[in-house]
């Protein structure tokens, strides 16, 4: 990475959330630095706040303390710059596949032809252009997800904020999506930032994994992730499960993560 300024940079971050009778610390002195085009994995205990990290990055949150930066210049709500794909696909059922996709753009007011085209092109290279008139009752689960990534990515997004995106999946669904969705995100050139709860998801897409202390949230430790035949490229996620890195990784991040019985 050529670029010195960070593409997504949270400094020193605190969120507290105030209701009459308590004040709960979600995070305390979290600092990130993303590079353009990296793929950073945020792992941690439920509770933690990996979500309320995205919410931030994405203007839907203002930190309690602390500075948010997006290409250098302070997050002062939602933007295009970043596309957020939530757990659930939350795709309208009364819209067509291609209407659904396009929703994003007719939103924030796009040119129709150049956003249908976009979404077309879309759609047939995630392996749906035979299902662009349907609806979402007629797909599988992981058809439509990706779906939901098509209708995120439609308005060409610098930054894509995914939490836990195949958590509602079967375990072959989510192995056979992750795949292709790392090689779709690594293709576009996007800046990604990954929550999960699957270290072996985070340590297969990820160039870095963010491991998470307990409420409040703080960084633990991160692991810059490499496998040594990447000189011929890097692995597919399917492909990196076998490889013995992949098992380091996968055993000090699970020796890392505070939920243990008896800690």
Request: proline share 5%; charged share 25%.
């Amino acid at each position: 990475m050529t670029d010195t300024v960070p593409k997504v940079e949270l400094r020193n971050i605190d969120l507290r959330y105030f209701n009459l009778d308590v004040e709960t610390e979600a995070v305390c002195g979290f600092s990130l630095a993303v590079s353009p085009g990296e793929f950073v994995a945020i792992v941690g205990q439920s509770g933690c706040g990996k979500s309320t990290l995205l919410s931030l990055i994405a203007g839907i949150l203002e930190p309690t303390a602390g500075d948010v930066l997006v290409n250098g210049l302070p997050v002062t709500g939602p933007s295009p710059i970043c596309g957020y794909m939530l757990q659930q696909d939350y795709l309208f059922e009364w819209r067509s596949i291609l209407d659904n996709v396009l929703l994003g753009p007719e939103i924030q007011g796009h040119d129709r032809v150049a956003a249908r085209d976009r979404a077309k092109n879309l759609l047939r290279g995630y392996g749906l252009g035979e299902f662009m008139d349907h609806f979402p009752h007629q797909l599988s689960g992981g058809m439509r997800q990706r779906a939901a990534l098509a209708r995120t990515l439609c308005t060409d997004p610098e930054i894509l904020l995914l939490d836990e995106p195949f958590s509602a999946l079967d375990f072959q669904t989510r192995l056979a999506l992750s795949d292709e969705v790392s090689d779709i995100l690594r293709r576009e050139g996007k800046t990604v930032i990954l929550v999960t709860h699957d270290i072996s998801e985070a340590v297969c897409m990820a160039d870095r994994v963010i491991v998470m202390t307990k409420r409040p949230g703080r960084v633990k430790a991160v692991h810059d992730i490499t496998f040594h035949s990447e000189r011929l490229g890097r692995p597919r996620p399917f492909e990196a499960r076998s490889r013995p890195e992949f098992q380091n990784y996968f055993d000090q991040i699970w020796g890392e993560l505070e939920i243990h019985v008896g800690k």
